[in-house]
């Protein structure tokens, strides 16, 4: 028999007790947990997502920037539409390098997966730059006509058919999951299979696209190395008329913003709950202590040091933080797991479940944090019931 | 073996000066059996609180077989209370989430440089349940137990360490008079093959007989009563 074993028949004494300790420290450590996964979940998304989109620039039409900026976050179509000579002009703007066109088409919900919306997007692969360096992941050959690359989130297997406004679209291959919502509900064709589908929807869609032949949505653009991407927005809307341009950083720190806001609320949150934990323990084990007096008193009587004591009543502090800081973690990350579409969708966040190697440090931080909670927490109780004379403890405890 | 020279304590209580311990002088000898007498609050358990290290004086000075008590820090007066001497309460001092044998095996605990191994100490415990009659108890909680059963768990582990001393205050208090022979029959077994020093604080007539020599506190003060 030893202290941890005594330990752990003083926690068994009052359940009730015990178990309310245990999941204060849970509500705290699962929303500790479940908050560092979100906010790395985000940022691991938007910051691979701003990588596959590969481009400094995204230049669409004037009035409609923040319509874009819900398609490229949210993955929420929003067609907008400009004429095409656009290219041309932008690649004329000083210090641009590339400019590569695109097209966004809202889809018509597909016939196989009725609750998953998809973006249509063509694009160039004469002058692309954004798109085919990561097509070469899933396809080792130039797509063809007729045949599409979808992102992770649309359920569809590679080689099936795929119809669009009355086209059928065979998948060459998927993309991997990036949480970015704009590639995984992509899919994404050449502009010749693009207007195919256009021209066809007249006669078999029941909805035709009323897209014209020279429209496009987007010009993405790679800026010089020796210019910056907010420099070369200035440029292009200086020497283009009628357009926006986004600077990827721009997206990026849009969704920075927001989660800025949602990380202050979280933090505040949290914040509250652990003071009310921390609190909650040092009261609990003071009025623990208080009751236990004599027996303290009967311990020590029996041999036990101060530091046996001062061990005992940090241990259960010890035992119950850490259970509840795993029970946290779990309840947390499962919680997250199932409520993670749902509430990133509420936030309008992209979201990708980080590494195995975050999880697992962010578990064990968590669980740090639970513990050091407990001992703090409990350090004056424990303190001051180790330094009681024996015979006081035995006489107050009477 | 046990040396007290004029020992004092005093305590404050609602605001006044208690003295509960008044310049006591006491010798007691390696395997004596001897017995206090006194009222409630004449300062017996106080006497045997500060012979037992679980309190300081004010001032005097204890000596049990040639260690100071005064001199040692809380480390080793822990350890020297838990190796020499062990205490008999007169309350229920069962620890309540621990069974009969647990509590029995508990000063054994706190003592991990005996080198003794636990299924030795269970033996050990196992034993002295017998002795106190309580071997079908061993797994019961203090709650399931009598008050009088309690007792005598707790005098079974007064003796888990093979201490050289038991200071017990007022060991028999909640036994009827069958169980408190059979338990004055165990101290005195105790005493006599074991060489284990007693001193008894009583109300107890039969059991303060037992003393070689008995001595009556009041208002602080220790006198010896002449036979």
Not at chain 1, 57 to 77: F, S, Y
Not at chain 1, 100 to 124: E, G, H, R
Not at chain 1, 276 to 291: D, G, P
Not at chain 2, 55 to 74: C, E, H, Q, R
Request: aromatic share 6%; charged share 20%.
């Amino acid at each position: 028999m030893r202290i941890p074993y005594l330990a752990v028949k003083n926690i068994t004494r009052k359940p009730f007790r015990s178990i309310a300790l245990i999941l204060s420290v849970a509500l705290v450590s699962g929303l500790l947990f479940a908050g560092a996964i979100s906010m790395k979940g985000v940022l691991t998304s938007i910051s691979l997502g701003a990588k596959k989109l590969g481009a400094d620039l995204m230049v669409v039409p004037e009035g409609h920037e923040d319509k874009v900026r819900t398609t490229l976050i949210a993955g929420k179509p929003a067609p907008v539409y400009m004429p095409s000579d656009i290219l041309d002009k932008v690649r004329g703007v000083k210090g641009v390098k590339q400019a590569s066109p695109q097209l966004f088409i809202k889809a018509a919900v597909y016939p196989c997966c009725t609750d998953v919306d998809a973006i249509l997007i063509a694009f160039d692969p004469l002058t692309d730059f954004t798109v085919s360096p990561w097509l070469k992941d899933a396809l080792d050959r130039p797509l063809r006509k007729d045949e599409v690359i979808i992102g992770r989130s649309i359920p569809v297997e590679k080689g099936a058919e795929m119809t669009f406004y009355g086209k059928a679209l065979t998948v060459a291959g998927y993309l991997s999951d990036t949480g970015f919502e704009y590639i995984d509900h992509g899919v994404f064709m050449t502009f010749e299979t693009a207007r195919e589908m256009i021209k066809q929807s007249k006669e078999k869609a029941k909805e035709p696209l009323k897209i014209t032949e020279d429209s496009i949505s987007a010009v993405l653009v790679q800026m010089d190395p020796s210019v910056s991407s907010e420099r070369g927005a200035v440029f292009v809307e200086y020497e283009v008329k009628g357009v926006r341009a986004i600077a990827a950083q721009d997206v990026v720190g849009a969704v920075k913003a927001q989660l800025l806001v949602l990380l202050k609320i979280l933090l505040s949150v949290g914040f509250a709950l652990w003071t009310v934990t921390l609190v909650l323990i040092t009261v609990v084990f003071s009025m623990i202590v208080n009751e236990r007096q004599r027996e303290i008193g009967i311990i020590r009587s029996l041999g036990a040091k101060k530091q046996s004591v001062f061990s005992l009543i940090t241990l259960e502090a010890l035992i119950i933080s850490a259970i509840g800081g795993g029970l946290g973690i779990g309840a947390g990350g499962i919680i997250l797991y199932l409520l993670k579409k749902p509430v990133m969708a509420a936030f309008k966040l992209p979201y990708l479940w980080p590494d195995n190697t975050f999880i697992i440090s962010a578990g064990a931080g968590t669980l740090l944090v639970a513990v050091i909670t407990g001992i703090v927490a409990v350090f004056y109780p424990a303190f001051r019931c180790s330094r009681m004379e024996p015979y006081e403890a035995i006489r107050k405890g009477e | 073996m046990i040396k007290a020279r004029n020992i004092s304590k005093t305590y404050k209580l609602n605001g006044q000066d208690i003295k509960a311990v008044d310049n006591v002088s006491l010798e007691c000898m390696k395997g004596e059996y001897m017995s206090i007498v006194g009222h409630s609050g004449s300062g017996k358990s106080t006497l045997l609180s500060l012979i037992g290290g679980l309190t300081k004086p004010d001032s005097g000075d204890i000596v049990i077989g040639g260690t100071g008590l005064l001199s040692l820090n809380d480390a080793a007066l822990s350890e020297f209370r838990n190796r020499k001497l062990n205490f008999i309460f007169q309350f229920a001092s069962l620890i309540p989430t621990l069974t009969a044998i647990e509590n029995i095996m508990l000063p054994a605990a706190f003592n991990p440089a005996r080198n003794r191994t636990k299924g030795e100490i269970k033996k050990q415990a196992a034993g002295l349940l017998e002795i106190v009659g309580l071997s079908d108890k061993a797994n019961a909680y203090p709650a399931q137990l009598s008050g009088g059963q309690q007792r005598r768990i707790a005098i079974a582990r007064a003796f888990i360490n093979n201490p050289d001393i038991i200071l017990a205050d007022e060991p028999t208090g909640d036994l009827d008079e069958e169980t408190e022979a059979e338990m004055i029959k165990i101290f005195k077994t105790m005493n006599k093959e074991k060489g284990v020093t007693f001193i008894v604080v009583t109300h107890s007539s039969a059991i303060a007989n037992q003393a070689r020599r008995v001595f009556r506190m009041q208002n602080g003060k220790l006198e010896e009563i002449k036979r």
